[in-house]
């Protein structure tokens, strides 16, 4: 099961996904998706350093997400794009 700490949802525009944040398994909080029934829940980020990823929202086509990410060692955050499809 995840880990209790779970923020910022967001539904897919076809309503078949959900993206969110979550710091399971890992120090800082990364994206996830998973599929609107519960099944298939893969993370988004698999590299241990990258930035802490905070919240996304969806592209009107559902193929990219935007999320904001902060430097856990400056705290400065940016703007980044993100395939939405897990390979």
């Known amino acids: 099961s995840l880990h209790s700490h779970i923020t910022h949802p967001r539904v897919s525009n076809m309503k078949d996904k959900i993206v969110f944040s979550s710091d399971y398994q890992r120090e800082h909080p990364i994206l ?3 599929d609107i029934d519960g099944k298939n ?5 698999v590299d241990e350093t990258h ?3 905070v919240g996304a ?7 990219m997400l935007v999320t904001e990410e ?3 060692e400056t ?3 940016r703007l980044f ?3 939405a499809e897990v390979r």
């Open 32 to 34: 996830f998706v998973i």
């Open 41 to 45: 829940l893969r993370p988004l980020t």
């Open 51 to 53: 930035p802490i990823q």
């Open 57 to 63: 929202d969806w592209s009107p086509d559902d193929s």
């Open 70 to 72: 902060i430097d856990p």
């Open 75 to 77: 705290g400065f955050t």
């Open 81 to 83: 794009i993100v395939d």
